[in-house]
């Protein structure tokens, strides 16, 4: 029947109702804090373009980490900044890479907190790109996806024999997932997932990042192995051969301008959907908020919901920490 029997206003009057009835709720388990490492000792630098995001070296992200599990946050994704880069981005599988040092650190402080850690070679190269860079037959050059496999897998064992409770390639190489389930498990670490950026689109949010991780391409663009922003179908083509590949959660990357894949993922895969709120999606927030134009709690909240009503289980945001208050 229609009005005025059918009032739909009726249910929105006060707060209670609409806590009673809210279909979409966000909590504290569903958020991963991103967080950046680098050399040193003492250290926390601000990160211009992410206001209230540092550099941190091991010593100082213990404390920090102890900060975001005691506003329970369940588990931080570690970004490593070395202290030498070089063609073959040999210092991100260093056993004792800056990571695997901070690893160490967080395991020893806070051993219920989940460490996740991004496998990639971008912040380790002097080029900037994801992996080792030949040239083509016209002299281009390019990122070799096969030799780049090998280094990522080293990456990945490196993390883990360090105590990672997970590793997240971000990469986008061509059958990277499957290379790193095969390693992990012949090295006896079958229990380690593997978080797989699975649809992660060449974007133009991810400028205020590649300050934070002193990772921007020296040469050209990623686009030959992110994906091309129109594309959909290809995206669901890449998420279901991460899961064939061993991928235990998949991951569209960044979140807002994708939440329509975030759906399509969540109504045909039965793994569970991440989506990373990236860089620029956060810092536009905070330049906004800082201007007085929003309100940037009642924003990065329904942001955060957005995603979560779009179907994402795990939402990986620079907001992690203080929406977690905020939740509370």
Not at 50 to 59: A, I, K
Not at 120 to 142: K, Q
Not at 267 to 279: K, L
Request: glycine share 6%; proline share 6%.
């Amino acid at each position: 029947m229609g009005f005025p029997t059918t009032r739909l206003r009726r249910l929105r009057r006060n707060e209670t109702f609409r806590r009673m009835v809210r279909e979409t709720l966000v909590y504290r388990d569903d958020l991963v804090m991103p967080l950046f490492v680098r050399p040193g000792s003492g250290v926390k630098r601000a990160i211009s373009s992410m206001p209230g995001n540092y550099q941190f070296s091991p010593d100082t992200l213990v404390e920090e980490a102890r900060s975001v599990e005691a506003a329970g946050v369940p588990a931080v994704l570690l970004f490593g900044i070395p202290d030498s880069k070089d063609a073959v981005g040999s210092r991100a599988y260093a056993a004792d890479a800056v990571v695997c040092r901070a690893v160490e650190g967080i395991k020893k402080a806070c051993p219920s907190l989940c460490v996740i850690t991004d496998v990639c070679l971008c912040e380790y190269t002097d080029h900037g790109h994801c992996g080792v860079v030949t040239e083509n037959r016209d002299g281009a050059r390019d990122v070799d996806n096969d030799a780049t496999l090998d280094l990522l897998v080293k990456e990945a064992l490196a993390h883990a024999r360090a105590g990672a409770d997970m590793v997240a390639p971000s990469d986008m190489m061509d059958g990277r997932v499957g290379a790193i389930r095969a390693a992990l498990d012949n090295a006896d670490m079958p229990e380690v997932p593997i978080m797989a950026y699975s649809a992660k689109y060449a974007s133009a949010f991810y400028g205020p990042f590649r300050d934070a991780a002193e990772s921007p391409p020296q040469f050209g663009d990623r686009a030959s192995y992110q994906m091309d922003p129109p594309n959909a179908r290809e995206a669901l083509r890449e998420i279901a051969l991460d899961i064939e590949e061993g991928a235990d959660i998949v991951m569209v990357k960044p979140a807002l301008p994708y939440l329509d894949i975030v759906r399509r993922a969540a109504d045909r895969f039965d793994a569970p959907i991440a989506a990373y709120h990236v860089s620029g999606e956060f810092a536009a927030i905070k330049a906004a908020a800082a201007n007085g134009w929003l309100d940037e709690r009642r924003a990065a909240l329904e942001i955060l919901t957005a995603i979560r009503r779009a179907g994402a289980k795990l939402i990986l945001t620079y907001w992690a920490k203080d929406a977690a208050t905020w939740l509370e």
